[in-house]
C-alpha cells in the first residue's frame, strides 16, 4: 500500500496500539516499533524480502531499507545490484528526513522528535557508508549513537535495553569508519567486538564478520607470499590471502574465550573459513594440472600451490586437534565432578576415548603431507605429539576398565600409559620446545601412579567384596570382616528371615514284613470234620450249636 499525496505534510493517523497521546502531545515509539516488526515479519531469520510492508512514514522507510538489505545480499554473486541498493537507501533516507519533519509539529513529544532524529542519522550514516564516505558516515552514526544513550539514561530499563542494543548495532560501523579514516587501533576494537558477541549467530555477529572480512581484504592487497618449514610460498589466491591474514586473530580470539561454548564457536568458524579456503586452493590445483599435462611438465617437485595447499591443511588439522583437547580438558573436568542427577547421563572415559581417536587420526593425517616427506623433524614431531596423545587415549582406556572393575586389564593399560610417558620424556630432549602446546605428561605419570596404588587395593578386597554380594547374613559370617555398608542402612542383612526349613525326626512307620515268611500248619483235619456232618452239620454250625 501506498501513502496518499493528500497526507503528505501534515502527520498521519495512526494505529491507536502505536500511538502514544498525552497530555504533553503526541507520542510514537519509533524504535520500538522497529525492533517488533523486524522480529515479526523475517528479520530473525534474515528475510529483508518479507519484511517489505508499509506502516505510514516510517514503514516507509522502513521497506526501503529492507529492500536494501535484501539487495546487499544478493549483492554478494550479483555486483550489478549494488546500484539498486544504493538508491533504496537514499528512498529511505528522504522518508526518515520527511519523517523527522513530521515529528517537528508542536503536537509531537520531545521524545519521538529525539527518536526521529537518531532514526535519520542512522538512514544517513548508512547511506554514506555504503558511498564509502568514511568522515561523513562517521558522523552521522555518532550523532545517532548520542542520542539513544541520553535516552537510555532517561527512560525505563526496558526502553534502556532497546536502545543500548541499537548502540552495539551501529558501534561495529563507526569502528570499522574509524579503521578506512586512519585509526589502526579501530581493528583491535572490531575484533574485541566480536569476542564479546560469542562468536554465535545473529545480525549483529554477521555484521562484524563482514567488516572484519572487508578489513582483511584491504589488508591482504600488501600480502604476498608466506613462509612456513623454511621455506617461502607466494600466495596470490585473494581469499587465501585473506585467511591467513586474519589467522592470528583468530587464535587470539579463541585464546581469550571467556568460556568453552564461545571458543567451541570460534573453533567452528576458523576451520569453516580453512575449509572454504583450501577448496579454492583446489580449484587452482585442477588448473595446474591440466597445464602440466599440456606443457608435458615432469611433476616429481612439490610447486608452490600444492604446498600452499599442505599449509592450509596443516593448519585444518591442527586446529581440529587443538578443538578436541579443549573439548576433552572439559570433560575431563566434569568427570572428576560428582554427579548430583542420577538419571542425567554424565561424561564418560569412552567419550574421551572418541576425541582421542579422532586427534590421533589428525595426527596421521599431518604425517603424509606432500612436500613434508623428507622433512624428519617434522616427522619426529608429529610422531612425538602421536605419543603424547596415545597416552592420553590408553589412559581413559584404563579408566573404562576401572569402571567394570576388570583390574588386572586396567594394571596393565596404566603400565603402557606410563611407557608412553617416558618415551616421549626421551625424545623431547633431542627436539626443542616440541612439548609447549602439548598436554603436560610429567601430570599424567603423577596421576596414573596415583591410580596404580588405588587400583591394587581394590583388586586386593575385591574378593572380599565379592563375597558380599552373595547375600550372606551377618549371623553366618561372624568370623570374616567384610566391608557392608548395608548394615548400617533401613535393612540390614543380619538375619535370613524367615528361615529355611531343616530335616526333622518324625515317628516311625512299622510294616509286618515277616509274615510272607511264615509256614502255618496244615487243616486238612479240620476241613474233612466240617465236611462228614453233611447238612445237619452246616446247620448247627451256622446257628452255633456245634464244638
Known amino acids: 500500500m501506498a501513502s496518499d499525496k493528500k497526507n503528505e505534510g501534515k502527520i498521519v493517523p495512526m ?177 574485541q567486538m566480536r569476542l564479546s558477541a560469542g562468536g554465535g549467530g545473529g545480525m549483529m555477529a554477521e555484521k562484524l564478520e563482514a567488516l572484519i572480512t572487508q578489513t582483511r581484504a584491504k ?36 585464546a581469550q574465550a571467556a568460556n568453552e561454548e564461545t571458543k567451541e564457536r570460534l573453533y567452528e568458524t576458523l576451520l569453516a573459513e580453512c575449509r572454504d579456503t583450501i577448496q579454492a586452493v583446489r580449484e587452482e590445483l585442477k588448473t595446474e594440472a591440466k597445464q602440466r599435462e599440456r606443457s608435458d611438465e615432469a611433476s616429481g617437485k612439490v610447486s608452490n600451490l600444492q604446498f600452499l595447499h599442505s599449509y592450509l591443511t596443516y593448519i585444518k588439522l591442527w586446529t581440529v586437534v587443538k578443538r578436541n583437547e579443549s573439548m576433552a580438558h572439559m570433560l575431563q573436568a566434569k568427570l572428576k565432578e560428582p554427579q548430583t542427577d542420577e538419571n542425567k547421563r554424565g561424561p564418560r ?57 576388570k583390574w588386572s586389564e586396567a594394571l596393565v593399560l596404566y603400565e603402557r600409559v606410563l611407557k608412553y610417558a617416558k618415551e616421549v620424556q626421551s625424545k623431547a630432549k633431542s627436539l626443542n620446545n616440541s612439548l609447549k602446546d602439548l598436554p603436560d605428561v610429567q601430570e599424567l605419570i603423577t596421576e596414573v601412579n596415583a591410580e596404580k596404588y588405588s587400583l591394587q587395593a581394590a583388586a586386593i578386597l575385591a574378593p572380599s567384596q565379592q563375597k558380599v554380594k552373595d547375600n550372606t547374613p551377618l549371623c553366618e559370617r561372624l568370623d570374616t570382616f567384610h566391608l557392608d555398608p548395608t548394615l548400617v542402612g533401613k535393612q540390614p542383612n543380619l538375619v535370613q528371615f524367615p528361615p529355611d526349613f531343616q530335616p526333622i525326626p518324625c515317628k516311625p512307620l512299622f510294616f509286618d514284613l515277616a509274615l510272607n515268611h511264615v509256614a502255618f500248619p496244615p487243616l486238612d483235619d479240620k476241613v474233612e470234620q466240617k465236611g462228614k456232618g453233611g447238612l445237619t452239620g452246616y446247620i448247627k454250625g451256622i446257628f452255633g450249636f456245634g464244638s
Not at 42 to 49: E, F, N, V
Not at 228 to 245: E, H, N, Q, S, Y
Open 219 to 254: 589488508q591482504a592487497a600488501t600480502m604476498s607470499e608466506v613462509e612456513w618449514r623454511g621455506r617461502t610460498v607466494p600466495v596470490k589466491i585473494d581469499k587465501a590471502r585473506i585467511f591467513l591474514l586474519g589467522l592470528g586473530d583468530n587464535e587470539a580470539a579463541i
Open 15 to 191: 494505529d491507536e496500539n502505536k500511538e502514544n497521546a498525552t497530555e504533553d502531545g503526541i507520542g510514537l515509539e519509533i524504535l520500538q516499533i522497529i525492533k517488533d516488526s523486524q522480529q515479526q515479519h523475517g528479520l530473525r531469520h534474515g528475510d529483508y524480502q518479507r519484511y517489505r510492508y508499509l506502516l505510514l512514514v516510517l514503514m516507509e522507510a522502513e521497506r526501503a531499507w529492507s529492500y536494501a538489505m535484501q539487495l546487499k545480499q544478493e549483492a554478494n554473486t550479483e555486483p550489478r545490484k549494488r546500484f539498486h541498493l544504493l538508491s533504496r537507501l537514499r528512498k529511505a533516507a528522504k522518508h526518515g528526513e520527511r519523517l523527522e519533519k513530521l515529528c517537528e509539529s508542536p503536537r509531537v513529544d520531545a521524545k519521538t522528535k529525539l527518536e526521529a532524529q537518531a532514526y535519520t542519522s542512522y538512514l544517513s550514516g548508512m547511506v554514506r557508508f555504503e558511498l564509502q564516505e568514511w568522515k561523513a558516515a562517521t558522523e552521522a552514526f555518532n550523532k545517532c549513537k548520542t542520542i539513544y544513550e541520553k535516552l537510555a539514561s532517561a527512560f525505563t530499563e526496558e526502553l534502556a535495553v532497546l536502545y543500548h542494543q541499537r548502540v552495539e548495532e551501529i558501534s561495529p560501523n563507526i569502528r570499522y569508519c574509524a579503521y578506512n579514516i586512519g585509526d589502526q587501533n579501530a581493528m583491535n576494537e572490531l575484533m
Open 349 to 405: 572415559p569412552q567419550d574421551l576415548i572418541r576425541l582421542y581417536d579422532i586427534i590421533l587420526q589428525s595426527l596421521a593425517e599431518l604425517s603424509t603431507l606432500q612436500g613434508l616427506e623428507e622433512d624428519h623433524t617434522f616427522q619426529k614431531e608429529v610422531a612425538l605429539k602421536m605419543l603424547v596423545y596415545k597416552a592420553y587415549r590408553c589412559f581413559f582406556i584404563a579408566q573404562s576398565y576401572v569402571l567394570v572393575k
